[in-house]
């Protein structure tokens, strides 16, 4: 059982732990709130020998530049920017296809070729 003495608790090991006030976080709570999860991505390389290799991200101020080919461990949040570019690319390839076929289904309408 733990008595209250002077603002500081003692346990039965006689270990003397300073009170937290609720403003302040200890640092290892810190540390462990700071450690992010991690996780191994693999972005494929892009074809043509002029072709940049590596892509750039930044995810609340920090920056990340990942080269093409490679597997890499990036935190977790970097990885979900990775995965929202890509279903934003597929998208808007997605849209310009459907676009290119409302035009082809116009003109075989309005029979233009």
């Known amino acids: 059982m733990a008595e ?17 006030m609720p403003d302040e976080v200890p640092q290892a709570v810190q540390v462990e709130k700071n450690a992010e999860r991690r996780v191994a991505v693999r972005l494929p390389r892009l074809p043509g020998q ?7 991200f930044s995810v609340n101020g920090k920056n990340y530049l990942i080269k093409r080919g490679e597997t890499v461990e990036i935190p977790e949040a970097v990885a979900e920017v990775i995965r929202n ?14 676009l290119a076929q409302a035009e082809k289904d116009k003109k075989e309408e309005l029979g233009i070729q």
């Not at 002029?50 to 750039?56: D, P, V």
């Open 85 to 98: 570019a890509e279903k934003a690319d597929e998208y808007a390839m997605q849209y310009v296809d459907n």
């Open 4 to 20: 209250k003495k002077n603002n500081t608790k003692t346990t039965q090991k006689a270990e003397v732990m300073p009170e937290v």
């Open 50 to 56: 002029n072709a940049i290799q590596e892509e750039f």
